[in-house]
């Protein structure tokens, strides 16, 4: 497995475990992190997503609300909330990644976690997240 896709799955566990449990479960989730991996790189990506993803959760939850017409967060599950904030996270605030592989991974993550539309539902958000941050983008080198 790619080092940044093990790093995404540890981040979408820590990111639910977070969900869950709230923000005091943040030093549990710095020892799982320790614990899910004997890589020291896939450690530390994972350990800088979970932790920036948290900090940046009601930004990331706003910009999927948008996304994700006639859906609430609060209907969504928590491993669908956790793959999108990483994801949204990641379009968002990781130049450095294409939006494209983050979709790609998301994806994936939902196929291996999550229910049967999960995928779908998922890319299409995604997608519509992607684009708008785009012309959002766009629109911020013209002016």
């Known amino acids: 497995m790619d080092r940044r896709t093990e790093a995404r799955e540890i981040t979408m566990q820590a990111l639910f475990q977070l969900d869950v449990q709230g923000d005091h479960a943040i030093e549990t989730i ?7 991996s004997n890589d020291d790189m896939v450690r530390e990506y994972a350990r800088q997503w979970t932790l920036d993803t948290w900090k940046n ?3 990331c939850d706003s910009i999927i609300t948008v996304a994700a017409i006639k859906w609430q967060m ?5 491993v ?7 994801s949204t996270y990641q379009i968002n605030f ?3 990644i294409p939006a494209k ?3 790609n991974e998301a994806i994936e993550l ?3 976690y999550s229910s049967e539309q999960a995928p779908g539902f998922i890319n299409g958000v995604l997608d ?4 708008r941050f785009e012309e959002q983008n766009h629109n911020s080198q013209e002016g």
């Open 30 to 36: 710095k020892k799982f992190i320790i614990t899910a």
């Open 80 to 86: 669908d909330r956790s793959i999108l904030r990483l």
């Open 128 to 131: 519509a997240i992607m684009r």
């Open 57 to 59: 959760k009601e930004k």
């Open 74 to 78: 609060s209907r969504l599950s928590p």
């Open 94 to 96: 990781c130049p450095d």
């Open 101 to 103: 592989v983050v979709i």
């Open 110 to 112: 939902a196929k291996k």
